[in-house]
């Protein structure tokens, strides 16, 4: 029943957060083991757990409730029938340029800079 549209609000709301609490709560249980200071109590994972089950459940419900009780969207123009041509794309939109601009000219940036930091402590 989780693949018809008016329930993927189910299984996003418990799909996500479940697998995100499931991760938190296996590293917190190493952190337990382990001794450390740095895990969190388990009556903070019992509060988050009481939020989520309190608000954002009961709040992705609403939502998809008032949602499908709206009327569809339509559009205001009419789509015409003839496909167009596509232009040829510049430079700027090729998947290498955006590589570069969008990846490695950041971390260059990051790790030139923690490797100034790093070296003067």
Known sequence: YLFFPEYFFISSDLFFFSIVFADFFIMNLILW???????????TLVAILAMWFGISVPLTFVGAYFGFKEKPIEHPVRTNQIPRQIPEQSFFTKPLPGIIMGGILPFGCIFIQLFFILNSI
């Open 33 to 43: 083991v382990k001794g450390s200071s740095a895990a969190i109590p388990f009556g």
